[in-house]
């Protein structure tokens, strides 16, 4: 396994248009978070999935935005009529709740450019 | 809150020299607290991490110490190499569970010859 992937790594499109992000996590972690960075600041939370459930929606993620894991492996993150205020690195983490471990490895993320 | 306040950066530093990155976190709750690092152009890396007051995290030559009293989880390294040029981000888990974490806004260090 080499660790978690996203696509695509770079994302530019127009102010209005829909994109949609894809996670692949590391095999059998049962949780997937996904964090927004932008420049100079750490990552905020977004949302979290254990399985195929999202457990919790962060107040950032407005209506525009929706994420699925529909069989407990890979997830998408769709922005819907993109703003030039989403542009921001996306991020993926994955988690194995086994053992009490709470590491959550991270994806290289999807810079998203809004023009 | 869930909050996570670190030094701003950039530090500079000459090789071999001593590294502290200061740390502090809203006392709520009882978080796990981290070091994650980001290498130029790479995703985020787990340094280190603490799960309980006074534990030690520590890893290729960092240290970090939970702190309750002080609500401090203070990066040091006693001689850093140019290699150790990143961005390092304190992070500690969110207050009611699913090991959410909030982030520090992160200290670029720069180490020169």
């Known amino acids: 396994d080499t660790g978690v992937s996203q696509n695509p790594r770079h994302k530019i499109t127009k102010r209005g248009q829909n994109v949609t992000f894809r996670c692949d996590p590391i095999?059998?972690?049962?949780?997937l978070y996904w964090y927004r960075q932008t420049l100079g600041q750490g990552p905020e939370f977004l949302t979290y999935f254990q399985n195929e459930a999202q457990l919790e929606k962060s107040r950032l993620l407005s209506d525009r935005f929706s994420a699925e894991r529909p069989k407990g492996s890979f997830s998408t993150l769709e922005i819907q009529r993109t703003e030039q205020g989403d542009s921001a690195m996306y991020l993926c983490?994955?988690?194995?709740?086994?053992?009490?471990?709470?590491?959550?490895?991270f994806g290289p993320g999807t810079r998203l450019t809004v023009l | 809150g869930n909050s996570v306040t670190q030094m701003e950066g950039p530090v500079t530093l000459s090789e071999e020299a001593f590294l502290t990155i200061n740390c502090t976190y809203t006392a709520t709750g009882y978080p796990s607290l981290f070091w994650y690092v980001q290498y130029p152009g790479e995703g985020l890396q787990l340094l280190l991490k603490a799960t309980k007051a006074d534990d030690k995290g520590s890893n290729k030559g960092f240290e970090a110490t939970y702190r309750k009293e002080t609500t401090s989880f203070h990066l040091e390294k006693g001689s850093v190499q140019v290699s150790d040029s990143a961005v390092y981000f304190c992070a500690r888990t969110f207050t009611g569970g699913g090991n959410k974490l909030t982030f520090g806004t992160g200290t670029q260090l720069k180490v020169e010859l």
């Open positions: 095999s059998e972690h049962n949780r």
């Open positions: 983490a994955s988690s194995s709740l086994a053992g009490g471990n709470n590491e959550q490895f």
